[in-house]
């Protein structure tokens, strides 16, 4: 496993991560969520991701039966979680600083943990001020509740204005985004949020990097019936183009003349970004575990003569999201 600086802080995570979005404690049971977090340790995966909107606080509850039983050192893992909503009441969601206060705690109970490591404002709170999100973040830093915070799927203006509010007032800015980032969801990583890893060294934990198995190859001769996206919602099933599938056909060719699969090809192509801390993967098996984590080690088979041919064929994609 390869290990990187999470931005300018010190902390190391791995390259490949464990997310619990849509499986742990959803669609995967304990057993199966055990199997998984535990090959995860074992290939050097040290980040596993969670939030609270997952199953509505299941996957961390999940995930906290594991941390519980597993006996793994405390100092050897890193554990996320995510707030922006976990019920239908007005103040079980937002980021105002009631519910940032009370969903950490919550989090902490549910994976029977005394600290989190990271703690994500999962979406943008138009009610909610940013001077309050800044400055609550960094009082659940004083209290030795979290130690680094940061945003997903923020505006670069919103973060760039958080960074500003921190320096005014000598607080510590968000640390990292969480975005989404694959061969064919290129232009937040290397577009919006460009200035801001410049600047401020923002570090990032991508989710979907394989586009939720789009990336696979799978789909390169039909739609499977059990598969994500037959069963997928239509946000999902937009993504399944003829013009994707083309792309995956090109791209799997690719990994087949350099000798790894396609899963290892599309990972590997986003962890030659200098400004991806961290790819989060998820898995229903732990099979999917340990072949994913093997990504880490094979980004120098991409050339930058591979590159240049993986860029030709992904190039339209760029074009359309310029345009």
């Not at 390869?2 to 490949?16: D, E, F, M, N, Q």
């Not at 404690?25 to 535990?38: L, P």
């Not at 005394?114 to 400055?135: A, G, K, Q, S």
């Not at 003349?257 to 090809?265: N, Q, V």
Request: glycine letters at 8%; aromatic letters at 8%.
């Amino acid at each position: 496993m390869i290990y990187r600086t999470l931005g300018r802080s010190g902390l190391k995570v791995s390259a490949i991560s464990l997310g619990s979005w849509r499986t742990f404690g959803v669609s995967v049971d304990q057993e199966t969520t055990r199997a998984c977090m535990e090959a995860a340790y074992e290939a050097g995966i040290n980040f596993f991701d969670g939030a609270e909107a997952y199953g509505s606080g299941a996957a961390e509850r999940a995930m906290g039966e594991v941390l519980r039983s597993a006996g793994w050192p405390r100092d050897t893992y890193i554990i996320s979680s995510k707030v922006i909503r976990v019920g239908d009441r007005p103040t079980q969601g937002g980021l105002s600083r009631k519910h940032l206060v009370e969903a950490c705690e919550a989090a902490l109970r549910r994976l029977g943990v005394d600290y989190l490591d990271l703690f994500f404002c999962h979406r943008p709170d138009p009610d909610t001020p940013l001077e309050e999100i800044v400055h609550t973040m960094n009082e659940l830093i004083e209290r030795g509740k979290i130690f680094y915070w940061g945003t997903s799927e923020f505006s670069a203006s919103d973060i760039q204005a958080m960074y500003a509010i921190a320096e005014r007032d000598g607080l510590v800015g968000p640390t990292m985004e969480q975005t989404n980032h694959s061969m064919l969801h290129r232009k937040r990583v290397e577009g919006e949020l460009l200035p801001l890893f410049k600047r401020y060294g923002l570090g990032t934990t991508i989710y979907s990097p394989l586009a939720v198995g789009l990336l696979t190859g799978k789909y390169n001769d039909g739609l499977p019936p059990d598969s994500a996206y037959a069963k997928g919602a239509d946000w999902l099933r937009k993504r399944l183009t003829q013009e994707n599938i083309e792309k995956v056909r090109q791209l799997t060719a690719i990994a087949e003349e350099i000798g790894i699969c396609m899963s290892h090809l599309a990972l590997a192509w986003c962890l030659k970004n200098p400004n991806v801390s961290t790819a989060i993967i998820g898995a229903s098996r732990p099979e999917q575990v340990k072949e994913n984590a093997a990504a880490a080690d094979m980004t120098d088979r991409l050339t930058p003569e591979i590159m240049e041919r993986i860029e030709r064929i992904l190039s339209p994609s760029i074009e359309k999201a310029a345009g």
